[in-house]
């Protein structure tokens, strides 16, 4: 079956735009998670959501960042005002059951200028 | 909080050869999950294996073993059998029942097969 799957791959922005990174989880896993990765260091939690409500938000750096998942599916990480600080890459996971394995998608490489 | 801690920032093994990377970790939950990812240079976070705290038996999964050790609190990766393609980077995470099931990572080890 499909992995997850992110869009886009890459994205180059420049200071101070908004951009918008996708995740398409494995279909019928109820559990999503972002995570973010700077060079030379191990992932680090954002956001979960148990179907389409945020669980746990408390990974989010500040009040720019933003994550939605309408329809308990595909879900939106959203940064505004976007700094040279936030590059990184932006790893989105799913999990069939809390507790168990998280399956990860490739990620978008995010380049702000 | 959780903690991971990974102190082998890069090891090398002979083709052919087993090796162990280590990881311990820190949580006051009873209940937890220990896992292990491998991560090319493509940059995919590959799932390997995974040990529940309460699990008798380490997790084994083909080439990979989960040697688990509760009261030292270490949960070390074994690969018997090293190939070139198992050159990598490997984290070792953690998620509890009080921790909405995020991963926590370690800093990883750089893993290099030499022929």
């Known amino acids: 079956g499909a992995g997850v799957s992110q869009t886009p791959s890459n994205k180059v922005t420049e200071k101070g735009k908004y951009v918008e990174l996708r995740c398409d989880p494995i279909?019928?896993?109820?559990?999503l998670y972002w995570y973010r990765q700077s060079l030379g260091q191990g992932p680090e939690f954002l956001i979960y959501?148990?179907?389409?409500?945020?669980?746990?938000d408390s990974g989010l750096p500040n009040d720019r960042f933003f994550a939605v998942r309408p329809e308990g599916s595909v879900s939106t990480l959203k940064i505004q005002r976007t700094e040279r600080g936030d590059s990184a890459v932006y790893l989105c996971?799913?999990?069939?059951?809390?507790?168990?394995?998280?399956?990860f998608g490739p990620g978008t490489r995010l380049t702000v200028l | 909080a959780q903690k991971i801690t990974q102190t082998q920032p890069g090891m090398f093994v002979q083709e052919k050869e087993a090796v162990t990377l280590d990881c311990t970790y820190d949580t006051s939950d009873q209940s937890y999950g220990l896992f292990w990812y491998k991560q090319p240079s493509s940059g995919e976070m590959i799932f390997l294996i995974y040990q529940g705290s309460y699990d008798e038996q380490n997790a084994t999964e083909g080439r990979y073993s989960l040697n688990f050790q509760k009261a030292r609190k270490s949960a070390n990766l074994v690969i018997s059998a090293s190939q070139l393609g198992d050159s990598a980077m490997y984290f070792c995470?953690?998620?509890?029942?009080?921790?909405?099931?995020?991963?926590?990572f370690g800093s990883g080890t750089q893993l290099t097969v030499l022929p």
């Open positions: 995470a953690m998620s509890t029942s009080g921790s909405a099931r995020q991963l926590t």
């Open positions: 279909s019928g896993h109820t559990a």
């Open positions: 959501f148990q179907g389409t409500g945020a669980a746990d």
């Open positions: 996971a799913s999990s069939l059951r809390p507790l168990y394995e998280q399956f």
